[in-house]
């Protein structure tokens, strides 16, 4: 009888150790998916590492969690997340120099380190804090890039930690640190975009002024001495006269493209009149040059917004209408802004739309003088916005959304 309840018991300590196990792994797993989530997410960096200490908490039962990200410049790694009990990234520690208490030494080194059993640690800081929170254990780990360190990721526990969770804590500070440089690099990315965007902008604004100021008023004189030098031609030389006013004519020509190009390069009134009248302006002229109706809903509202916001938008719109008379067939687009809980703008035909592939920007690279729909996304977005693409058989919409409207000048 003696010996059936040992082995009962030991299979009841069998099953519960096999349970355990079993929860242990399923948290572990739910650890590294809810980090790959947010390490994946549009969220800004430090919402992303805040959710990544946050998931840490929850998963493995840490006390608190906290990640530092180092600044080269000054050689302190400064707080960037907090998680658990302690949730303030502007406290005490939130300024640690490299070799300074065990968060500096473990970027210093470059290495992790474990303990469970802080209270007689040498480099605790405050061991009677770490008495009375209940405190038991420490893991930190070094991001590293290569033989670059990027920061610390540190946990403290109220139970020992075992070596199953160390290794998961391990991979997760691994990802954290592929995370933090890919999100980096992305960053840097758009800034260079942005850069190249508005030194285009820039390169537009000038070729405008120039075709405007000189190239356009050159054209001008020849016209008006083409002109002149014809009523100074006698009658009988029916020939002279017939050639020169073809010349006038060809001159007159030029004239008119010249300041066509120079509006599509960048339109003046964009500048010194607003994001309204400029889509006024440059509607009315697509008008003329395309027979496409062009109706307008703008809100009044809506005000003048910062330079590099109206020049977004405008793009926006100029590539939009290009597309419509290119590709949709269209006789008729509708261009509404207005602001609700942001700042909309919508142009819309009723042609016959676009394909999958057209929508994301991976054929037709689009009028030469616009943006084509992979740098109007990009252009949205710098400014803080969305762009969407609707588009059936019926007819396609470009919708632009910022929250709060942008910022007003």
């Given at each position: 009888m003696c010996a059936r309840r040992n082995?009962?018991?030991?299979?009841?300590?069998r099953h519960n150790l096999e349970r355990e196990a079993l929860?242990?792994?399923?948290?572990?797993?739910?650890?590294?998916?809810?980090?790959?989530?947010?390490?994946?997410?549009a969220m800004d960096l430090r919402r992303i590492l805040q959710k990544c200490a946050e998931a840490i908490v929850k998963h493995v039962e840490a006390t608190f969690v906290r990640v530092w990200l180092l600044n080269d410049d000054q050689e302190v790694l400064e707080l960037q997340a907090s998680a658990g009990m302690y949730t303030r990234i502007n406290g005490t520690y939130s300024r640690i120099a490299l070799g300074k208490l065990e968060i500096g030494h473990i970027a210093r080194k470059?290495?992790?380190?474990?303990?469970n059993d802080i209270v007689h640690h040498s480099r605790i800081h405050d061991k009677k804090w770490?008495?009375?929170?209940?405190?038991?254990?420490?893991?930190?780990?070094?991001?590293?890039?290569g033989k670059r360190v990027i920061g610390v990721v540190g946990m403290f526990f109220k139970h020992s930690i075992t070596r199953t969770?160390?290794?998961?804590?391990?991979?997760?500070?691994d990802a954290i640190a592929q995370g933090i440089e890919r999100i980096r690099a992305e960053e840097r990315l758009r800034q260079l975009s942005g850069q190249l965007l508005r030194s285009q902008d820039e390169e537009r604004r000038s070729i405008a002024r120039d075709l405007h100021d000189s190239t356009g008023q050159d054209l001008v004189a020849l016209a008006t001495m083409l002109g002149q030098l014809s009523g100074l031609t006698p009658s009988k030389e029916r020939k002279k006269r017939l050639l020169i006013s073809e010349c006038n004519a060809l001159a007159?020509?030029?004239?008119?493209?010249?300041?066509?190009?120079?509006?599509?390069?960048?339109?003046?009134?964009?500048?010194?009149?607003?994001?309204e009248d400029a889509i006024r302006d440059y509607a009315k002229g697509f008008n003329n040059r395309t027979g496409i109706r062009v109706e307008l809903e703008l809100s009044p509202r809506v005000g003048r917004m910062?330079?590099?916001i109206e020049l977004a938008l405008f793009r926006v719109v100029q590539e939009s209408l290009t597309n419509i008379h290119r590709h949709s067939g269209s006789n008729r687009a509708k261009i509404r802004m207005y602001r609700n809980s942001g700042l909309k703008l919508e142009i819309t035909d009723i042609g016959r739309g676009l394909s999958t592939s057209e929508q994301r920007g991976k054929e037709e690279p689009g009028f030469e003088l616009g943006v084509g729909i992979p740098s109007m996304h990009e252009r949205v977005k710098l400014i803080g916005g969305r762009l969407e693409?609707?588009?059936?058989?019926?007819g396609t919409t470009v919708r632009v959304t910022i929250p709060f409207g942008g910022k007003r000048t």
């Open positions: 082995l009962s018991a030991k299979q009841s300590r929860k242990s792994l399923a948290s572990q797993a739910a650890l590294r998916a809810d980090v790959g989530s947010a390490l994946a997410s470059k290495t992790k380190y474990v303990n770490a008495k009375r929170e209940g405190l038991v254990a420490f893991a930190g780990y070094s991001l590293v890039i969770i160390l290794d998961t804590l391990g991979s997760v500070a007159e020509k030029c004239i008119r493209e010249v300041r066509t190009l120079s509006y599509m390069l960048h339109p003046p009134v964009l500048d010194h009149a607003g994001l910062e330079r590099e693409i609707e588009s059936t058989s019926h």
